[in-house]
């Protein structure tokens, strides 16, 4: 098992490795780095003194290092539009997207492996029908559509919620929380909604699937067949038999939740990483589009290793497997 | 082989199916798959259950259970256990006989178990579910069980996952699954057609073996002659979704009173005998949803007689056994004759034999 987990950790550093030097060409070579950060009147002198003091007429090979060893250290540079360091302008913004992501994933997979189960057992009662089709608007709208939609409906016309920010936040230590007041639930809400909605479908229509499946199984037959109870058989025997190929989608689509918050803090202004992306592209900043596309991919990756673990909690024949694949490997 | 189960001490009738009938709604109609099971199980005794494929064996045993696939459900007839009527009950009910007074064996053992749990977990969660039993004695019970079935170190199994058993063991876990809370009844459906032919005689074996400690009653639903032979006290001869013949084993064999019967024990091969090609029986069983209206097998019978076409035979007292056929009415019209059909089947076979070769 050890071994198993040393060997997926350097498979995510090779693709970190991978997504830096993409990030690294874009800082480097979309547009002149010099152009964008001197004035107009800069004379040739003063770029060429700029290009000396930043490393620019260093080898790439010495430059991506360069990059590299400062991205370990959290250190991405100075961003053009706010002047300030990158990593400083992230740190503020990653509490408000973490806590958007985390809210999302909360109702995304509560909701999604509850109503899954709900409409994988009792596939033909109307409520079952009445989600699954329901649900297919999560599935075909796109997500600024749902943002807008419930703010004109939440906002707008009931004017229950807010439409946009994210209310009082309090801090503690470097962390901005508006989880702790009234108004920042409410503002919560709504993008926590739009951006966990797909998600939620996905996984509902997974997990349904998945239960069908199951429940045809001799196991559950044979469960049944011991006298089981009905939620031993549903929760224990069948549910459980789902989760490889949930927890496998789950924990992609809670990657995607981080790197694609984009859209949804823009249609809400939530204040999150996401929107300083957007912000970011609009001034061809590149310091922060860079560091965003490291930071997303870093999410992935550890997300992924997170399912990789998962897996063998899970199911014991994959324990097994693991053991076998270092044996041949 | 038949022992004194039938004569001596008369045992109580432990499973009686009444007349039962299992249906499916479908779109383009209700196909019938049950029509009209009469058996019975007596305390302590093997009840052997054959048939072709599709002849409604599993679907019997399902409908016992209350575990019937829906939309398939019960139209008709009865359903008594232990003196009580069972069919209709609510699932809770149901739920609460299954595992603790009938326990169940299904055909494949490498699917019938939980991939994701430990054998010792199904086995103590089972205990538990029937037993008002703590963690400790559960485990305890349940190393007895592995220990009866035949698990070599029982103790240090129970923390093993399904698949680190072989197919042969993980059949000996469904057993000890099986009689978990004592149960009265087992119906054991096709408990050894998906294992190798040296292990299904072990696993027989074994079955015989705790029954007949215990005192467990079996229903042994199987297309395997051999076995029936073997363990069995009585059969019932399923054909096209009803009984047909029900008798001791001994003279089902030897001298089946149904044309059916009689032709599907013509097709045992013997040692010892030199036989040509062996007999077989012309034709194929109705599919459900086109049973013939009178006698299902007279499509296929060389003894027929139009009042086979025309009017379904109930069961009644063949040559030594009880068989649902019309010979054995007076309303046959040869009776003067009273030839039994052994003669008839004797030719068809040879007939069908020549024809095939």
Redesign the interface.
């Given at each position: 098992m050890f071994s198993y987990l040393v060997n997926r950790v350097f498979q995510a550093i090779g693709v970190l490795l991978v997504v830096a030097l993409l990030s690294f060409v874009i800082f480097n070579y979309v547009g002149d780095p010099i152009n964008n950060m001197v004035g107009q009147e800069a004379t040739l002198e003063d770029r060429e003194e700029l290009r000396e003091r930043l490393g620019l007429n260093d080898s790439v090979l010495v430059q991506f290092l360069r990059f590299v060893g400062n991205a370990a250290e959290g250190e991405f540079g100075i961003s053009y539009q706010f002047q300030r360091k990158v990593s400083d302008l992230i740190l503020e913004r990653m509490p408000a997207t973490l806590e958007l992501v985390f809210v999302s994933a909360i109702i995304a997979l509560a909701a999604g492996i509850g109503l899954g189960v709900f409409t994988g057992l009792r596939r033909d009662s109307w409520l079952s029908r009445f989600v699954l089709t329901v649900s297919l608007v999560g599935v075909s709208l796109p997500t600024f559509v749902i943002g807008i939609l419930l703010i004109y409906i939440f906002s707008v016309s009931l004017e229950w919620l807010p439409s946009f920010g994210r209310g009082d936040t309090v801090r503690i230590g470097d962390w901005d929380s508006g989880l702790l007041t009234g108004s920042g639930w409410l503002a919560i809400i709504l993008p926590a909604i739009t951006l966990g909605l797909f998600q939620l479908t996905i996984i509902l229509r997974l997990v349904r699937a998945e239960m069908l499946e199951v429940l045809r199984t001799d196991y559950i037959k044979f469960a049944r067949a011991r006298g089981l109870s009905r939620r031993a058989v549903n929760f224990g025997h069948a549910l459980k038999n789902t989760m490889v190929p949930v927890i496998t989608i789950a924990g992609l689509q809670i990657g995607t939740l981080i790197a694609f918050s984009i859209i949804t803090e823009t249609v809400f202004q939530w204040p999150g990483m996401g929107l300083l992306f957007i912000q970011g592209v609009e001034f061809a900043d590149v310091p922060i589009m860079g560091a965003y596309l490291l930071l997303a991919a870093i999410a992935f990756v550890a997300i992924n290793l997170v399912v990789d673990l998962l897996y063998a909690a899970v199911d014991p024949r994959l324990r097994v497997s693991a053991q076998r694949g270092r044996g041949t490997a | 082989m038949t022992g004194g189960t039938t004569s001596a001490l008369l045992p109580r009738t432990l499973l009686d199916v009444r007349d039962l009938k299992v249906g499916l709604p479908t779109r383009r109609g209700h196909l019938s798959i049950l029509n009209g099971v009469d058996l019975h199980v007596k305390e302590g005794e093997v009840l052997g259950v054959v048939g072709e494929s599709g002849a409604g064996k599993s679907i019997t045993g399902l409908a016992v259970?209350g575990?019937l696939e829906p939309p398939a459900r019960i139209d008709d007839g009865e359903v008594w256990f232990d003196g009580a009527r069972i069919d209709g009950l609510s699932?809770?009910a149901l739920?609460?006989?299954?595992?603790?007074r009938i326990g169940?064996i299904?055909q494949?053992p490498l699917?019938?178990?939980?991939?994701?749990?430990?054998i010792g977990f199904q086995l103590t969660?089972?205990i538990r579910?029937?037993m008002d039993l703590g963690a400790d004695a559960a485990e305890k019970r349940a190393v007895e069980l592995l220990d009866e079935v035949g698990i070599p170190a029982a103790a240090s199994r129970l923390g093993a996952?399904p698949?680190e058993f072989s197919g042969g063991m993980r059949q000996r876990v469904?057993i000890a699954?099986?009689l978990?809370?004592n149960p009265r009844l087992i119906i054991a459906d096709e408990p050894t057609t998906a294992l190798d032919v040296s292990i299904q005689a072990q696993i027989i074996g074994v079955l015989k073996r705790l029954c007949r400690e215990h005192g467990t009653a079996v229903m042994l639903i199987t297309h395997d002659m051999g076995v029936i032979a073997e363990t069995a006290d009585r059969v019932a001869v399923m054909y096209a979704g009803r009984v047909i013949e029900d008798g001791t084993v001994a003279e089902v064999v030897r001298n089946a009173s149904h044309p059916y019967s009689h032709g599907l024990m013509g097709s045992i091969p013997t040692i010892g005998e030199r036989v040509g090609r062996l007999p077989q029986i012309r034709g194929a069983m109705p599919r459900v949803g086109a049973v013939p209206v009178g006698c299902a097998f007279a499509p296929r019978c060389p003894e027929v007689r139009d009042l086979c076409r025309a009017e379904r035979p109930a069961m009644m007292d063949g040559r030594t056994t009880s068989a649902a056929c019309w010979q054995y009415s007076p309303r046959w019209p040869d009776r003067s004759g009273a030839a039994g059909p052994e003669a008839g089947i004797g030719t068809a076979g040879a007939e069908s034999a020549a024809a095939d070769g």
């Open positions: - | 259970i575990l699932g809770d739920r609460r006989i299954r595992g603790a169940v299904f494949d699917t019938s178990l939980n991939p994701l749990y430990t969660e089972t579910t029937h996952y698949h469904v699954l099986a978990c809370a």
